[in-house]
């Protein structure tokens, strides 16, 4: 088993930023991707940005320019940093890591709300 936490959210304006982090432990396979989702209220989770093992990233259209996905594959950490937020930032945003067997692995979220 794999144990995802994720920190770092909270209350910002918008304009300003937030960094997420997650750690994962257990039974760690160093070949992986991990991703972070966000789910707005009342709306469906969505991939916001992942990021592999070996760094290659991907980003979600609407936070292209403004979010940057980074690991230290020593820490077996995630991190998110959220630049320029905007009141659709607004989400509970979870963490994923899925190995190179399949298995996929879930965080319980951290909640960012963005103030207009």
């Known amino acids: 088993q794999v144990q995802l936490v994720e920190s770092g959210g909270g209350l910002v304006q918008a304009g300003g930023s937030l960094r997420l982090s997650c750690a994962a432990s257990?039974?760690?396979?160093?070949?992986?991707?991990m991703r972070w989702y966000r789910q707005p209220p009342g709306k469906q989770r969505e991939l916001v940005a992942g990021i592999t093992s070996g760094g290659s990233q991907n980003y979600a259209d609407s936070v292209k320019g403004r979010f940057t996905i980074s690991r230290d594959n020593a820490k077996n950490a995630v991190y998110l940093q959220m630049n320029s937020l905007k009141p659709e930032d607004t989400a509970v945003y979870t963490c994923?890591?899925?190995?190179?067997?399949?298995?996929?692995?879930w965080g319980k979220g951290t909640l960012v709300t963005v103030s207009s």
């Open positions: 994923n890591r899925v190995h190179s067997g399949g298995m996929s692995y």
């Open positions: 257990g039974n760690i396979y160093s070949i992986n991707v």
